[in-house]
């Protein structure tokens, strides 16, 4: 068990557009859902945090109003990048923290979504 | 305080030998300390980890050994195959509530025949 997958797996938008990317957690229920982004051979940089039902807590130095992330239900988190531009290229990847039962403390990460901004 | 410290960056183990990753922490009320592999263009991948109430942990091949009062744990991977060859960051975090986790930089592993 726990799943994590994200939709789409690769994008390539146009500048100035606006895409949303989808983290779904398959098999249980997700108390707290994170955002990554991820440069290459970089490790991996949190953007936000998510929890259901309430305003996601940003990083520092990361824009609320261009990604915008939306937590509708317990298995349910999108971030949406708005106004995308060149510098927003690269790998996000979101992952989800169980709610209730065992291993509650790890994070199953979702493949990833590759955006690319043209 | 919330950095943790992951050497070396790289590293390249012929098959069949033992990878060793080493991590380090400031913050002590981390007590939670997973292992990720990640392979090029997917999402990292829960390996093992472990909890500051005992020193070692295995798993197959994979091996962590904790050291509290050091502040430092390692992952060995035993017997290294050529499909070990990835990524693997170290994590730490503090349990309950919605505390993120702090990843070390990235250890690259090329594991050769």
């Known amino acids: 068990g726990a799943v994590v997958s994200q939709h789409p797996s690769r994008v390539i938008c146009k500048s100035g557009t606006s895409v949303k990317i989808e983290c779904r957690s398959l098999?249980?229920?997700?108390?707290?859902m994170f955002w990554y982004r991820q440069f290459p051979k970089q490790s991996l940089m949190l953007m936000a945090t998510s929890n259901e039902g309430s305003k996601a807590t940003y990083e520092q130095g990361v824009e609320k109003d261009k990604f915008l992330i939306n937590h509708a239900s317990l298995t349910l988190s999108t971030l949406t990048v708005t106004s995308a531009h060149p510098e927003d290229s690269s790998f996000y990847i979101c992952s989800a923290r169980k709610r209730g039962g065992k291993n509650t403390d790890t994070q199953y990460f979702g493949p990833g979504t590759r955006l690319t901004v043209l | 305080q919330q950095q943790v410290k992951q050497s070396p960056q790289s590293l390249i183990v012929q098959k069949g030998g033992i990878s060793i990753i080493n991590c380090a922490y400031e913050?002590?009320?981390?007590?939670?300390f997973p292992w990720y592999q990640q392979f090029p263009g997917k999402g990292p991948a829960l390996l093992i980890a472990?909890?500051?109430?005992?020193s070692e942990k295995k798993e197959g091949r994979f091996t962590i050994s904790f050291n509290k009062s050091a502040k430092q744990f390692s992952l060995h991977i035993m017997d290294s195959q050529p499909g070990d060859s990835a990524t693997y960051f170290c994590a730490a975090s503090i349990s309950g509530g919605y505390q993120k986790v702090t990843f070390g930089t990235g250890t690259k592993l090329q594991v050769i025949p």
């Open positions: 098999d249980f229920q997700a108390t707290t």
């Open positions: 913050n002590t009320a981390f007590d939670y």
């Open positions: 472990i909890r500051p109430d005992v």
